[in-house]
């Protein structure tokens, strides 16, 4: 049964490989000797998370003061990071559900490192919450949960509750999908394991995967129905964070383009966080017949349109303000591209805007190495977009008597720091310790694109 | 088998005894593990250790514990003497407030008054005597004393006691007494804050050295050469009283005066004067001198001084301002703070020839403030170094510390055969003496004052002394061979004195004390009758105004707070901001922002400035408002031990000590002032200053200074944000919602959020009323235990107050207008902070108070950037509140708040409920005015007025009628329960 495409679409996986290739080229980075590479990054992550982990305990023996922060600006460092890493997250889940529910196999070589990376991101984000807070041993009382506190209730009002149920959501259905996408390929590293020990374990954790039809039917059910959950929390999240700053009275955060504008933003520095990482997976592991330069054609597309609709927040939430007639919504964006953080407005500007536009051109998409500093730079743009919101706005609110500068001190800068430390750690283990391809789904893409519908060789 | 070691459990095992080792069996296991655990339980119950609570073993009669005892006293912060009570608890003196019923002060009272109550907890202060730097006991101090005295009664070498305007009638009387046994005695009254112009020239027109009695009430016209008379011109609580007296717009007409300030600097005074003309320090004669000659040309005389002619300045500033005094004569004041014979001679002209004398300008009252004599202190200074001086006793001086000249008095003091000096902590002063006598608070001690010739006051004491301290008087009399006590030395004065002169007749002299004990100050009748008549020949001694220079002029000025230095070691006051400059823990340079340029000197550049000898390096300070040409610096930083104040504030590895080690906050620039004309003279003319090329970081609790949005970010013709409504008389005149903003339409989603069922609480604050004195800052701060967190967090913007005055420039440079607005928490009906606390730490309670449950708080701080006011504190840390003893001023009522949570101003819910209880146990319902929050209870001005709205006769329901009422950012919908006033300016000088 041709496929009656075939011969018009390019392969999705390069280099006619067999099954047993799929198999034994993803599992080998999991199987040899780690390599001296490895060794020098994982240290240099964990440099930086040690870097992290001694700011944090500092930062929580003598108290928030030793951020930046002051009366007027209240978050700075903390929730941009925060709303940085979250934000990071959405790709995973964009990748793994809705390219999923809308069949686009590409996704199929880079999902479980996305979902990976979507995890790991959640788990960085989730700190500053805990962290930022004045009495973060009193976290729990964001939770509701009968208590004998008189017994008192949270907020239900506060955006803040509704962040504590997003972002708890969100991590616990992308880990489920995460690892329920990683079943069988647990059991084909079972079934190559030497060891007992690695066997027993990976045999637990396979849920004692046979391979049998029923095993497989079961399994792309649950793994769609998975999908089906997981995308509406792809715009939800993001929205719910938006309302921190869309539901306040503050100009620059009063906004109701808030939601699409931050989904948008996500998407785009998740896709950009995505590209980052697997332009150097796919060197070091040798990847490049399985995330080929379609798929970093295919996501640098994804990076244009959202940047776009990232451009188009822009200008809007500009437009508004100038138009509105509030003056104090007014003044704080003429601050913002003008006032004393009008640099930081500016590298947003040119890192969200300026920069992707190279992507147009299919020279630049199919230049990796031009395509991962973009990738890079998006990156750092999206951080200041989200200085920028928090930062800029709150510095120079209503009353200029209250009006204050803000700058980071020594302890944000190494809790920044060790954020990625802890990102590249929890990343680079995942690269060392479980396939960074989804085997299973990759093989049922190894037709695809091949000429006749030739089954790949045994 | 019986174990051979029961019974000692409770022991232990008896180190190095003989004990079998009978092995460890299940017996003496679960023995062991039972004791352990039990005691582990024991310990376990005892959550924290109780220390030194103990009981009374007999109740006095007069405490129960949680309800604080008043007492009615006197302030003991300047010479002053503004009437106060203080609030003891559990026999600590916990507070001090006006006294509402004081005839002078009313219930306000300064900064500086209410943080007297941290002084008395500072451990800093001397306790015992010292013989040339050893601890003494106070027999050797006697002995030491009196055996140097019986050598001076034969009159070969001097006794000379220098004293401050402190001392009250009593000690004047002991010292008279004193000094009359020897025949070369004499008292010697300098002020570091000198006003002896002022008493010199009152001599030389009337005959009689005194400070006339001003009275702002009485004027309709004000002018005001450099006198900061709302701020630290003699009186400052009484004068911003009376000010504000004469300044009552909500009448039927509206009646202000018309204040006209000619200053160098921006005061505070100048900050609400009505017109504000700048001028040189150098010039003011010359003006005063062309005013002089239109007020007589108006009334028709021929000038009786020099006329310099038309002022290419301000000549018509001048026109009019005569015009105004000649229209309104008997009913205008003139007044000046510059300690220049010549001037004050001019004034006293002018305020006799406009017939003001009977009425602002008070002769017939003399006051008792800064009534010393510079030419004394030259005298002194020369007696010292002539050897004549066998004995000098300083009490409420620093002479070393701030007379002019580097040293001088330093010098001078060692010649004295023997020198004793009155301190209350080590001071440059007592550091060159022989004898330190440890000085009391004033909240120690017995003591009495008599500010103006018809009201007396009593001191007295509200906990027993710290320290082994004796007063002056005390002193004096035990020397003199007549030991009393200060109680009995006060009694006997006031029964031979005093008593006679009651203004009321009837009562023993005991029902007289009692009554003033009670009340705080007893009515006198007047003293003297007639004020004498004026001396025309004084004028002669005006001589014409000099030739312009465009030297550089230093003019040195107290500072609202710390004076002339004698409270720098009150951290309240250290860190309470300029009420101009708002700039604390320190003093600095300032300079308008032509002669900056003129200069080429930036912000905080440190500059060296080098009056007559003494090198002064200070940061640069550029001040809108400031005259070209002048540099000012403030008198009172740069006091010997400040360097105590390095460790105030949380300690980081980022953190910026307040002061290094070793050096002080600030720097002294008393010294830098000269001796000019028989008077310490208040500026000096300065070479060209030198930058250093270093920069010292001044902290400001206000970063930008204008409603006006700086230029580049905003259309070039923008308005101003309407933060705060401002009005001229005559537009209000015509209109009473001159100058709002116009209502908003407000749709409201929640009209019935909350309901009130008892009371509703809200606030008014008059703007036109308000000073922007810093009263209440510091009121707040006492009543609510907010903590010092040294200058580094205030640089970082993480000052705690409560209550801030937000101070606004407008107008250009040389019409700089000023608005003080005092900004605390709205307590708004639709509170922003209330919605997105995630933990209901922050909620509305059903009379109107926006809480804060500190216990809920768990930090996220989102209501802080959600409050559009920005009153929200954080506790970034767990700010140390200085040492055990320092801790006593805590309010036992309100909460110490650990690091972490979120506070601010709770419309003092304390005094709420303790206003609450008061009615229900007299089986009331509250009255108006039961509750009166901390900061309008300070209010000099009574610009503060707070009540329950539900009550429809209260003052605050019928303030909210009034068409000068506008609430700040009413547009966000936060419906605030504060009312502000709009502030309107007399500035044509027009009277409804």
Redesign the interface.
Known sequence: MADPTTGLRRPLIGGDKSYADVTREVCAPLERKSPAAWWMTISAALAMLVVGVVAVTYQLRTGIGTWGLNNTVGWAFDITNFVFWIGIGHAGTLISAILFLFNQKWRTSVNRSAEAMTLFAVVCAGIFPVIHMGRPWLAHWVIPYPNARGPLWVNFRSPLVWDMFAISTYFIVSLVFWYVGLIPDLATIRDRAVSKVKKAVTNFFSFGWDGSNRTWHRYETIYLLLAGLATPLVVSVHTIVSWDFATSLIPGWHTTIFPPYFVAGAVFSGFAMVLTLMLVVRKVLHFEDYITLHHVDAMSKVIIATGGIVALAYATEFFVALYSGNEYERFTFVNRALGPYAWAYWIMVGCNIGIPQLLWSKKVRSNVAAVFVISLLINVGMWFERFVIITISLSRDYLPASWATYSPTTIEIATLVGSFGLFFTLFLLFSRFLPMIAIGEVKGVLKYGRPDGKEPRE | MKNDHSGGGGAGPAVGGPRPSPGFNRRSFLKAAGFTLAGAMVAGCDRRKVERAIPYLVKPEEVIPGTPTWYASTCGGCEAACGILIKNRDGRPIKIEGNPGHPLSGGGLCATGQAMVLSLYDSHRLRKPLLRGAETAWEEIDRVVTGRLTGLSGGEKGVRILTGSSPGPTTLAAVEAFLARFPDGKHVTVDALSASAISDAHEACYGRRFVPHYRFDRAKVIASFDADFLGTWLSPVEFTRAYRAGRSIDGTTPSMSHHVQFESRMSLTGSNADRRVVTRPDEQYRLLLRLTALVDRRAGRSPVTPDPGPDPAHEDELRRLAAALHARRGEGLVVCGSNHLPSQLLVAYLNHALGNTGAAADLASASGCRRGSDAAAAELLRELDGGGVGLLIVCDANPAYDWPGEGTFAAAISKADLSVVFASHANETSSVADIVLPRAHPLEEWDDAQPVPDLASVRQPAITPFGETRSLMSCLYRWAGDPVTDLEAIRRHWRANLYPRRATAAGTFDTFWNDTVYGGFARLKPGVASPGTFNGSAMNRCGGPGPRTRELVLELYPTVGLLDGRHAHNPWLQELPDPVTKVVWDNYASVSPATAADLGLRQEDIVRITPGGVALELPVLIQPGQADGTVAVALGYGRMGTDRFSGVG?E???AVHTVEPGETVGRNAGQAREMREGAIANWVVVPRPTQTGGTRVLART??????T??A???PED??P?P?IQEATLAAYAVSRTAGGHGKHELFDIWPDEHQFPNHRWAMSIDLTACTGCSACVVGCQAENNIPVVGKD?VS????MAWL?I???YSGDHGDVRVSH?P?LCQHCEHA?CE??????ATVHNDEGLNQQVYN???????C???C???I???????YPRGDEMARLVLNPDVAVRE????EKCSFCVQRIQEGKIRAREEHRPVADGDVKTACEQSCPAQAIVFGDLRDPESRISKLQSNPRMFR??EE?G?APSIAYMTLVRNEGGADG
């Open positions: 949380p980081w590895f980022e206000q970063e930008y200074d204008s409603l949005m700086p580049g970010l905003a923008g308005e944000r933060i967090e970082r913007n993480r000052e801030r937000d101070r606004y607005q900004m922003p919605t997105v606390c995630p933990t209901l809920r708080c768990v930090g996220t701080r989102y802080s950037n959600n559009p006011y920005k929200r504190r954080f506790n970034w840390f767990d690091r972490g949570i979120m700040v950012l966000t936060t």
